[in-house]
């Protein structure tokens, strides 16, 4: 029997709207008898709910002064990144020999989606194909475990992934990326695969330090 939402879940799942589309942004105080107000429910299920997002780490509580929305530094940010790298590739070594025509043809898709919306300047949206892609990807191997501890080092950059792709050359690089990823993956090609994800990593974790040390100096 399918299980029935709750407000909780309700409001939960708002929140996560929130936070990967940008509307909630690192640092920012979350409002708890507003954000009630805005979806039409009690103060309770949006305290739930944040309690949910603090075991995440996604808020961050601090006292007599209320809810934040958890703001990551540097050494956070090369934290998850080598975190993501360790789990990805292995995730990659799995799945890639085993990787199908209709795979294929699904990563394809997800890469021709992700392009037209970076294309027509569609952010939100394109950071939410862009996680489908690589998820995607990483689902080849058949490991929900896996899986599920990459996707939750994703939800900490959900935030900082649309402040990345606010820049039109990031767009560029990330769709162009994305293109040479689905011809190593099309070809089976773990060594190839394994490089471009390095790179492509690299390449983000370079323009996000440079645009957190940017905000700290303002």
Known sequence: MPRIATSQDTVLKSLRKMLASGRLKPGQQIIQDALASRLGVSRVPVREALKVLQAEGRVIHELHRGYFVAALDIEDLTEIYRLRTILEDEALRIGIPKVTAKDVAQIKALHQECLALGQRGEVTNMAAHNRKFHIAIFRL???????????????????????????????????????????????????????????HNEHALKALRKQLLEAAAQ
Request: net charge neutral; aromatic share 6%.
């Open 141 to 199: 191997c058949g490991q929900e475990r896996l899986i599920s501890m990459i996707e939750n080092l994703w939800d900490s950059l959900d935030a900082y992934r649309v402040i990345f792709l606010n820049s039109p050359e990031n767009r560029k690089r990330t769709s162009d990326d994305h293109a040479r990823i689905v011809a190593a993956v099309a070809a089976k090609d773990l060594r190839e695969s394994l490089r471009l994800h390095a790179a």
